[in-house]
């Protein structure tokens, strides 16, 4: 069978299940979601000895100790996964519910029912247990999911996926519902995103290039996250001792997280008095600065920033700072440079505050709070699939109802046009 | 200039504008759409005069009656792309809207801002008020757009290019708010589509091909409306004198239109006491029918459908008719067959009405009513710019808040995450 055939025939297989699981009452799926923690647990044993064949491979074939701890299953791993399944589990199902329900002078009752988007294809790299996420959310939101995780993880996903279609066969519902490309071939994502019969949507997870390659290559629609090139902006009436405390939790909480402060802009008014204190906070943290020209004036410490400093999303310890004039600056600057992911503005003036929510265009505007808040779970969403930089569909922390659509529903009595 | 330099500059410019119009406030943006209706009514005659020379082109060129119909402006025309202006600045403004506020269990207060997706570009054929049509929607709902008309109606999109720009300016806007390709090179079609970095979404108006066509070659995301294959199933339960009446409405209402009726089910165990009465009607009407075996032994006018029958959008007084043996065969059908624009059920048991909209994977779904009940107008939303039969993002017909998306925004009072 050749690629191509038998990508056709997992989507084909998908199409069919999406109507099987779209249909699907709150309480099957709660029990299929069950049904695979429990087979994930009675499976322990087998999951850890495929992962230790996928490390085993790693190793050999050199992959760095970064990618090896995100390839490793460990028996915490592996619990976390099954609190996963039971977490979405409790989550308020989304499908079927409607809304904005109203009468037309027709005669008609108008309203919308929230739905499944049908068929969602899930492209990830080297940690195994975004095949549980992923899987969960989507069997919860009423999708089938095509799921392509790393070559380096494919024993490990081969066993989850066991687990999967064991819990799936527990609840009566067909193993289809969550399938595994079982092939290394990269052949099998070109299929996967251009089958726009089967597959409804693509959600990529991982590094910047999967994603900027996915973009460029799918005809398929996809919700994606780039990168987060996060901004605070400190305004000249901002309350100093909130944008010290969020400055620093922005950038210094985590570093290696979409959500973290890359970029730090201070209105020109406050710089004086608010630089200085800050800056000797990122000492303490080992915080690299690069500032512009204002900036170096005004700390020692920092390195001049070159214009491509004002698009990095570090990632690590470096922070770069901009001085500006004043708030449309600050809304200018993040409109050029930031990556539409979150940024935010400390200041106690509510008609600038309403300024910056209204015209900065990212996919989480704040104000006097810090950016490691745009998160599915801070958000209440349970968990996130991952978080859009797009602008249609779903922006920001994309949780079950980002998995859904809504479509018209029209309750009658025999009307007809006139 | 190459067209690629100038699609370019079309499309930074519609960037920059792009964040005029997003902050613009209600009045401003109906204070341009009333000055652009006045701009029509004082530019009445050089509308004429550029229409009259595209007329003469399109006839010299040998196009059909039914495009130079479509291309031709008269004073009614006009008169009413001047009242479809002042019908948009009544529709209440869908930007800056703040829904779904919550207090998260961290102290911030988390909600959704209805924002413009950013820049729009519309792709459509021979009729020169869609030029107006969609640039009203777009500035109400705050997008600058880019818009490529029809090569055949240059002169006409050339003159209202001319008075839209002359009421953006009375109202302080700029003319960039509302950009018209002012080449008919193809080319620039293909650097609209491929523009990522410039347009944020593309709506194609026109024909079945030109929409396949921009569908297979965007790397824009497409709100497309393909094509409406719509049903209408009669099930067992239903009341056969409301089944006849939308039958015969969602037929012969309009032939032409996207939401007709194209294909008839009928529950067996009613076929026969529906069916003749129905094809009486249809025979008033000069409609031909098509049926499958059982329907051709039922009806003596009808012909034999074939396999094609059941996948096609006949705009014409043609119609496809199937006896299924129930509910679920109705289902299963719709779902394979139907183009997910628009279908309906009629029956009297309010589980079987409740299985259908569930299952039935269409933009809209009815139960008592005619099909051709979907439309923006129908549906309250004042106008549509399309009626989209894609899955993700806008399902159904597409109004002002189907050009919008929503971001999040948090309040806090200095929160940092622990």
């Known amino acids: 069978m050749t690629i191509k055939n038998y990508m056709q025939t997992v989507g084909l297989r998908a199409r069919e299940a ?8 709150t309480a099957l799926k709660n029990q299929a979601l069950h049904a695979i923690a429990e087979a994930l647990q009675s499976n322990h044993n087998a999951l850890l000895a495929a992962n ?3 490390m085993q491979n790693g190793r050999a074939n050199g992959l760095d100790d970064a990618l090896l701890d995100r390839l490793e299953l460990t028996p915490e791993r592996i619990s976390a996964m099954i609190d996963g399944l039971k977490q979405v589990a409790e989550l308020p199902d989304p499908i079927g519910n409607i809304t904005d329900l109203q009468d037309r002078p027709s005669g008609i009752k108008l309203g919308k029912m929230r739905v499944p988007l049908g068929v969602v294809g899930i492209i990830y790299e080297s940690r195994p247990n975004v095949t549980i996420d992923a899987a969960s959310l989507c069997l919860k939101s009423g999708n089938a999911t095509i799921l392509r995780g790393g070559s380096e993880a ?18 009566g519902l067909p193993e289809s519902v969550v399938q595994i490309i079982d092939t290394t071939d990269r052949a099998a994502v070109g299929e996967l995103i251009t089958m726009t019969e ?10 910047k290039s999967l994603i900027a390659r996915i973009s460029a290559e799918a005809r398929v629609p996809v919700i994606k996250h780039l990168d987060g090139n996060c901004h605070v902006y400190i305004d000249d009436k901002a309350d100093l001792n909130k944008a010290i405390a969020i400055a620093v939790n922005a950038k210094t909480h985590r570093y290696g997280v979409c959500n973290a402060m890359e970029s730090l802009l201070v209105a020109e008014s406050v710089a004086a008095s608010v630089l200085p204190a800050l800056a000797a906070r990122y000492a303490e943290h080992g915080v690299e600065l690069r500032g512009c020209e204002k900036t170096c004036a005004l700390i020692k410490a920092a390195k001049p920033a070159r214009e491509e400093d004002w698009y990095e999303e570090y990632l690590a310890p470096i922070l770069s700072i901009k001085i500006v004039a004043g708030l449309e600056q600050a809304i200018a600057h993040i409109n050029h440079y930031s990556s539409k992911h979150t940024d935010a503005i400390v200041t106690e003036d509510a008609d600038r505050a309403a300024q910056f929510m209204r015209q900065v265009d990212s996919s989480s505007v704040m104000v006097n709070a810090s950016t ?6 801070e958000y209440g ?20 109802e980002g998995l859904t659509s809504q479509k018209w529903v029209v309750y009658g009595d025999g009307q007809i046009r006139l």
Do not use: C, M, W
Request: charged share 20%; aromatic share 4%; hydrophobic share 50%.
């Open 154 to 171: 494919i024993e490990s996903n081969r066993a989850i996926a066991t687990a999967i279609a064991q819990g799936l066969a527990t609840a």
């Open 198 to 207: 089967y597959v409804d949507v693509i959600v990529p997870r991982g590094g």
């Open 372 to 377: 490691r808040f745009a998160d599915g779970f």
């Open 52 to 54: 230790a064949i996928d």
């Open 381 to 400: 969403l349970g968990a996130e699939i991952g978080i859009s930089t797009d602008k249609i569909h779903a922006r920001g922390p994309v949780g079950l």
């Open 18 to 25: 999406s109507q099987i699981i779209a249909a699907a009452d």
